[in-house]
């Protein structure tokens, strides 16, 4: 177990090492790539029981992202390639496995007008 640790720490290095320029200047960021996705409150997102909460009990807002919560738990703080600014970990969902990453977006034509993207995602370690 103890050597697995180590093992899965030398990858995280290893993935910020040939990491894109765009991560090199924060030192103290790993990151990964993820698919990314994006999804609104609406009921065609989130079914009948949409209700615009994030799964940490928040109102869904601009900056929230839902994530796999053993991979990145409520609460981490992440950057998005291509995007300003620092995105919080709010959501989760059933689909949302592994290096999966979902934003939340005002509006459903923003969601899907964004699609699905292989972004490099940063996230903060301070
Ligand atoms: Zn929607």
Redesign the pocket.
Known sequence: MRFRRIVEIGLLVLFAGVGTEQVADTATSVGRWMTVTA????????GRHAAGYFASGERAYWGGVAADWHLLPAGTKVEIEGFVGTFQVEDTGRVIKGTRLDIWMP??RE??EFGCQKLWVAMNCQ
């Not at 999804?39 to 989130?46: E, H, L, M, Q, W």
């Open positions: 999804y609104c409150s609406c009921s065609k997102c989130c509006t459903h969601a899907k």
